[in-house]
């Protein structure tokens, strides 16, 4: 019985790892992944497995997520491996983010945040039409949001915390309507809360703390229903104001934290670096 089970196991192993033998990698997805591992230092990262190894498909490289798909029209079939997924979170990337990686159409999954990765967002990646989740938090990224963004339409979630982008941001993703969540805390971001903000009703977190807005923060925020309870962040930035009383009552109820005595001076604090020396929570309370 015992050997049974372990004929079995080898089995179904077998049939594992060999998911993709039937499959070609794409030589051009297989020189863009290259291009990633040489630009990031590759030889330093804290996992690496299979990394630029030929004879082992780009799929069972630490990291890399795949499916496969059947070329139309060809005979013998032919099945190709497609990168889905790049999962490389705090791994000590170094360097900067080729644009090869616009190369990988089938990309959905971009998580590279608790690196060291420096430079700018290359505007190439946003040609990625099927891309759900960007994550480039805690690096050492800088410049600006490219306007190419918008072209994300399927993007669902983007994390851009402790980074030191510049620009403004808001005005080009307020009409990604599938975005749920954004986090886009301690960076230099610039510019005004959009009204139509309205559009991504399908918001789940929005945390613009710690960045350089100023303005109004309109009433068309309470059209965004399905925010979370502490999901919601706009502290320390330079000077927001709500538009009316409703837009204060509806920060409330998403920060019920801040209508406690015992976190005021926690919501007092400032970044020092805007023209206003209270955080906005309190200047919303206060006026």
């Known amino acids: 019985m015992k050997v049974f089970k372990v004929l079995l196991l080898g089995i179904i192993l077998a049939q594992v790892l060999n998911a993709y033998s039937s499959s070609e990698d794409d030589p051009i997805q297989r020189q863009a992944l290259i291009a990633l591992y040489d630009n990031t230092g590759g030889n330093q990262w804290k996992k690496r497995s299979y990394w630029k190894n030929s004879s082992v498909s780009y799929?069972?490289?630490?990291?890399?997520?795949?499916?496969?798909?059947?070329?139309?029209?060809?005979?013998?079939?032919?099945?190709?491996?497609?990168?889905?997924?790049?999962?490389?979170?705090?791994?000590?990337?170094?360097?900067?983010?080729?644009?090869?990686?616009?190369?990988?159409?089938?990309?959905?999954?971009?998580?590279?945040?608790?690196?060291?990765?420096?430079?700018?967002?290359?505007?190439?990646?946003?040609?990625?039409?099927?891309?759900?989740?960007?994550?480039?938090?805690?690096?050492?990224?800088?410049?600006?949001?490219?306007?190419?963004?918008?072209n994300l339409e399927n993007l669902e979630i983007i994390y851009l915390n402790e980074n030191?982008?510049?620009?403004?941001?808001?005005?080009?993703?307020v009409n990604l309507t599938n975005l749920k969540k954004i986090w886009i805390r301690k960076n230099h971001f610039t510019g005004s809360i959009p009204r139509e903000i309205?559009?991504?009703?399908?918001?789940?977190?929005?945390?613009?703390?710690?960045?350089?807005?100023?303005?109004?923060?309109?009433?068309?925020?309470?059209?965004?229903?399905?925010?979370?309870?502490?999901?919601?962040?706009?502290?320390?930035?330079?000077?927001?104001?709500?538009?009316?009383?409703d837009v204060i009552e509806f920060i409330n109820s998403k920060q019920p934290?801040?209508?406690?005595?015992?976190y005021y001076k926690y919501v007092l604090h400032t970044n020092g670096k805007c023209m206003t020396n209270m955080s906005p929570i309190y200047y919303l309370l206060m006026n």
């Open 59 to 150: 799929c069972h490289w630490y990291g890399v997520k795949c499916k496969t798909i059947t070329i139309p029209n060809t005979s013998p079939q032919v099945n190709r491996n497609i990168v889905t997924e790049l999962l490389l979170r705090e791994n000590n990337l170094k360097g900067s983010i080729p644009e090869e990686l616009s190369t990988l159409s089938g990309l959905e999954v971009i998580q590279f945040g608790g690196n060291n990765l420096a430079g700018s967002i290359p505007k190439e990646i946003c040609s990625l039409a099927n891309l759900e989740k960007l994550d480039l938090d805690r690096n050492n990224l800088e410049g600006t949001i490219p306007n190419e963004i918008v």
């Open 198 to 245: 309205k559009n991504l009703e399908n918001l789940i977190t929005l945390g613009i703390s710690y960045n350089h807005f100023i303005g109004i923060i309109p009433k068309e925020i309470i059209d965004l229903e399905n925010l979370g309870i502490n999901e919601l962040g706009l502290n320390n930035n330079c000077s927001l104001k709500a538009e009316n009383d």
């Open 164 to 173: 030191k982008f510049t620009g403004t941001i808001l005005d080009k993703i």
């Open 257 to 262: 934290l801040y209508q406690n005595p015992k």
